[in-house]
């Protein structure tokens, strides 16, 4: 992988690496030193560049998943560029790899696409849906990446979902601050003050006799957040046999927009999906 980044100011080498949190562990070797390029000749950390210079930082490859048996599964590719992907991720798709989905996962897929593409990547997940949900998830192409995009402040990811939920909110408009724990010997989590702390907002956009349609909002997602959060108001998301009533609904929550600066070109990174085929359709028969 090719780092690109456009220089802002006249500094040392070392200085923008500073700035950028760019490691020297991460880089190739080139005469045993890291191998940087700046108008496509040879520098070292101690050279200095100047203002609208291109610098290019050449990453190590990581080697593909050997764990992960590649399976050649459609992918709905919304964004892609050397860094990162946007992937539009079907509903009941597991999303890694476990002892009880070896095959069939999104991971599965992935890795496929990585080698059929001569990409050379382990997989990065830096958003994740619940297996039942679906829409737009974030993946990285190496782990630097990831860390860019997960804990630099400035390009945080700001991901919006929509759900069905049964019947109707108190508050139309809302956030809910439940910390969230794992109960012991089961995948299910329950609202706990031992949890962790977490924050899902949400506004009510449509009422029905029966349900709510609800557009949600979040920086950082635990597993089962939306879904422990609705249905501890008595409010389950219509399809939820996990945490609601038992039922034959696909799960009504979707990831339909993500927003973030791109961790390399600072680009704002926007899309945005349509409902998906059942979600649609139980709006329209209800």
């Known amino acids: 992988m090719e780092l690109i980044y456009r220089v802002k100011k006249p500094e040392t080498i070392h200085r923008f690496m500073q700035e950028n949190n760019i490691p020297s562990k991460i880089l190739e070797l080139e005469n045993n030193r890291p191998k940087i390029e700046v108008n496509n000749k040879s520098k070292s950390r101690k050279d200095t560049v100047k203002k609208n210079e291109k610098i290019h930082f050449f990453v ?5 998943e050997k764990n992960i048996k590649p399976e050649n599964i459609k992918l709905d590719i919304v964004y892609e560029d050397n860094y990162l992907m946007i992937i539009n991720k079907p509903a ?20 496929y696409y990585y080698m059929k593409n ?7 997940f830096v958003t994740k849906l619940d297996r039942e949900a679906s829409g737009l998830i974030v993946v990285a192409k190496h782990k630097f990446i990831k860390y ?34 794992r109960i012991e010997g089961s995948i299910k989590r329950e609202i706990s003050e031992e949890g962790t ?7 009510v956009i449509e009422e029905k006799e029966n349900y ?15 879904r422990v959060h609705f249905a501890y108001f ?33 680009e704002n990174i926007h899309f945005e999906i349509d409902h998906p085929d059942y979600f649609q359709a139980y709006l329209d028969r209800k």
């Not at 999303?95 to 095959?103: E, P, Q, V």
């Not at 702390?197 to 506004?203: A, G, K, L, V």
């Not at 696909?250 to 791109?262: E, P, R």
Request: proline content about 4%.
């Open 60 to 64: 190590k490859d990581e080697p593909l």
């Open 92 to 111: 009941n798709m597991q999303m890694m790899i476990s002892k009880s989905h070896k095959t069939g996962t999104l991971a599965n897929a992935l890795n």
């Open 118 to 124: 001569n990409i050379s990547a382990k997989i990065h």
């Open 148 to 181: 860019l995009l997960s804990k630099q402040a400035n390009n945080s990811i700001t991901y919006y979902l929509k759900a069905i939920v049964e019947g109707k909110l108190e508050l139309k408009e809302s956030t809910i601050p439940l910390p969230i724990s």
């Open 197 to 203: 702390n977490c924050f899902t907002n949400y506004r």
């Open 212 to 226: 709510s349609v609800v557009d949600i909002w979040i920086k950082d997602k635990l597993a089962h957040q939306i």
């Open 234 to 266: 008595f409010c389950p998301i219509v399809g939820d046999k996990l945490y609601g009533n038992k039922t034959n609904e696909l799960l009504m929550l979707y990831c339909n927009k993500i927003d973030f600066v791109h961790p390399i070109t600072e």
